[in-house]
């Protein structure tokens, strides 16, 4: 059995809203690990979920809008389990105490490949995020929703330490502009000056989908790499986005 409410957070986590449709879902010992990348090829990301009460299996998900839509129509609790046609899992079931629902599964050759993370994870630039932070930058996102782009630049505050200002909007010089200030930085060889562009509309999705992380941390390699890692109970989902060249 696995919570209706936890079962939705873990798929939003790799759905951000729609950006993502088609996956593959790992089973190994109680533990569903799902690797994606964004359609842009801007971002890849991984997601671990223990306690996943399903036979180890590999299984493709082709439409997860309509994966999402059948798992909608159950409430508290539900069960999860496949359907078999000799050795191939078909169907996943999903049932609560009104409704079983099937949904097909897709094979696993017709689902996009993920790329895979091989770089440095040495990171000049690393803080935590706790809710008020998340919040603040979906904001600022939403205040500019037509903005692409966000970019990272050093400043100082008033009492001269170091700020990290992320603009959205700040990729177009006559354009609206919203700033967010962060501090709190552990450094790592980081120059005077620098500038870095990443997806907002990423960003934001990220970040609203992650919004009951109980920790989180984002981590900036100045060659051009944003990491944003997330845990909760049982989820811990990590994304890597590569800078946009503006």
């Known amino acids: 059995m696995i919570s209706k409410v936890e079962f939705q957070a873990v798929i939003n986590k ?51 809008t309509q994966l999402l839509k059948l798992i909608g129509i159950s409430s508290g609790e ?13 169907k996943l079931i999903i049932a609560d105490n009104q409704f079983t629902v099937n949904y097909a599964l897709a094979d696993i050759l017709t689902v996009p ?3 895979a993370f091989n ?9 935590e995020l706790n809710g008020e932070i998340i919040t603040a930058l979906i904001k600022a996102k939403s205040a500019l929703s037509e903005s692409e782009t966000v970019v990272f630049k050093p400043t100082t505050s008033i009492d ?28 790592k060889d980081v120059p005077s000056d620098f500038t870095l562009s990443f ?7 990220i970040l609203s989908a992650n919004k009951d992380a109980v920790k989180a941390k984002m981590s900036i390699n100045l060659e051009g790499l944003l990491k944003l890692s997330f845990e909760t109970a049982n ?12």
Do not use: C, H
């Open 235 to 246: 989820t811990v989902s990590t994304y890597y986005m590569v800078k946009k060249d503006i």
């Open 78 to 90: 539900i069960m999860l389990d496949y359907i078999k046609n000799n050795k191939i899992f078909t």
């Open 160 to 187: 001269g330490d170091f700020q990290l200002e992320l603009t959205f909007g700040g990729d177009i010089e006559y354009a609206n502009k919203v700033s967010y200030f962060m501090t709190n930085f552990t450094q």
């Open 14 to 64: 790799y759905y951000l809203n729609g950006l993502i449709e088609g996956v593959k879902w790992d089973v190994k010992s109680n533990n569903l690990n799902i690797k994606f990348t964004a359609p842009t090829r801007e971002m890849i990301g991984e997601i671990n979920y223990s306690n996943f009460n399903l036979v180890d299996s590999s299984v493709g998900i082709s439409n997860t």
């Open 119 to 127: 770089g440095s994870n040495i990171f000049n630039l690393e803080t």
């Open 199 to 205: 997806s907002s509309n990423l960003l934001k999705e």
């Open 113 to 115: 490949k993920t790329g």
